[in-house]
């Protein structure tokens, strides 16, 4: 079966500076990965997701992550990171069957 | 479209009482899935169904947990009897279905619950 974990469960950083949010998956098939985000009360928002191609993605937001088969991540990466960036993101994996498998989260925290 | 829309937002209710959560899937998708939120757990799926069927409920915690899908454009999500352990933020999700699960879900706003 399918696993997602991501090992940091809080980040924080200052704003405008770089942040890299981990993600690593298990699975022995071929998977589609993908990254959401929680404002506070709010339910869960796409960020962006890999199915096939490219190993980069970006989202509209600055965000991009890297699919490494080799080493089974999928990273979550900013070059400059916003106060409005604050939430908490969830790595999820599919592998074909349509149920999504989440990570436990990381809450990134910026502060000025 | 509206997106998926959950209701009631919030809920308060005493231990021992039923609860039932509701939810309309965005028109067209064929996948609905019922998610739970706790900070001790994380985000776990309940259930889900594909065409208005439970297709995995293997999530669903103890049988006081029942769910259903009477037609494409409405589900429910029953607590009974309520505990106090339940308490925690229901979100429902749909997406488009079809085979090789390349397409996200899209989540409604969640049910907070809360069981005194």
């Known amino acids: 079966a399918q696993s997602v974990t991501q090992l940091d469960s809080q980040v924080p950083v200052f704003e405008e500076a770089p942040v890299e949010l981990r993600c690593n998956y298990s699975s022995s098939v071929s998977v589609y990965l993908f990254w959401y985000v929680q404002y506070p009360n709010q339910g869960l928002q796409l960020l962006l997701k890999y199915l096939s191609g490219s190993t980069l993605v970006e989202s509209i937001n600055g965000f991009e992550a890297e699919f490494n088969k080799s080493q089974t991540s999928f990273h979550l990466r900013k070059p400059s990171v916003h106060i409005s960036d604050t939430a908490e993101y969830f790595c999820?994996?599919?592998?074909?069957?349509?149920?999504?498998?989440f990570g436990t989260g990381t809450r990134l925290l910026v502060s000025p | 479209d509206a997106g998926v829309i959950q209701s009631p937002r919030h809920e308060v209710t005493e231990m021992g009482q039923e609860v039932t959560l509701r939810c309309k899937p965005i028109?067209?998708?064929?996948?609905l899935f019922w998610y739970r939120q706790t900070m001790m757990r994380g985000l776990e799926l309940l259930i889900y169904?594909?065409?208005?069927?439970?297709?995995?409920d293997s999530g669903m915690p103890e049988d006081r947990f029942s769910a259903k899908m009477p037609n494409a454009s409405f589900s429910t999500l029953k607590i009974q009897p309520s505990e106090p352990r339940d308490s925690a933020v229901y979100f429902c999700a749909s997406n488009p279905g079809g085979a090789g699960g390349n397409t996200e879900a899209f989540f409604g706003q969640g049910t907070r619950l809360t069981v005194v």
């Open positions: 169904f594909n065409n208005n069927v439970p297709i995995d």
């Open positions: 028109s067209g998708h064929n996948s």
């Open positions: 999820a994996v599919n592998t074909g069957f349509q149920k999504l498998v």
